[in-house]
């Protein structure tokens, strides 16, 4: 079964920067929704972006709008979240997930990564 990896999580400062990649070995991007999701202790998981790689349709939530940035490499089949201007409430697990549907929602997603923790701390 095929399953995502997600790497580049770690300890940033407030106005610090991350970048989190995605692989999935032998996965193909293309046709697939590509979603970054994150979950905060104590707070259920949310979507936070997600491009259709169709279209390259990209979709933000507005707390990240304009800092955060999704991305795919094709050649080596990986995603990309470009972190910017970072805020402790940005700490949490970050997942990345593909799935057939354009959406935000979760259930619409069913190949997952593991996760990586980015905690935002001074």
């Known amino acids: 079964q095929v399953q995502l990896v997600e790497s580049g999580g770690g300890l940033a400062q407030p106005g610090g920067s991350l970048r989190l990649a995605c692989t999935g070995p032998?996965?193909?991007?293309?046709?697939?929704?590509i979603g970054w999701f994150r979950q905060a202790p104590g707070m259920e998981r949310e979507g936070i972006t997600f491009m259709n790689t169709q279209d390259d349709d990209i979709y933000y939530i507005a707390s990240v709008k304009g800092r955060f940035t999704i991305s795919t490499n094709d050649v080596m089949n990986t995603a990309y979240l470009k972190m910017t201007d970072l805020k402790p409430e940005d700490t949490a697990t970050y997942y990345c997930?593909?799935?057939?549907?354009?959406?935000?929602?979760?259930?619409?997603?069913?190949?997952w990564g593991q996760g990586t923790q980015v905690t935002v701390s001074s």
């Open positions: 032998g996965f193909s991007w293309g046709n697939h929704v």
């Open positions: 997930a593909t799935g057939p549907v354009p959406t935000i929602l979760e259930n619409y997603y069913a190949t």
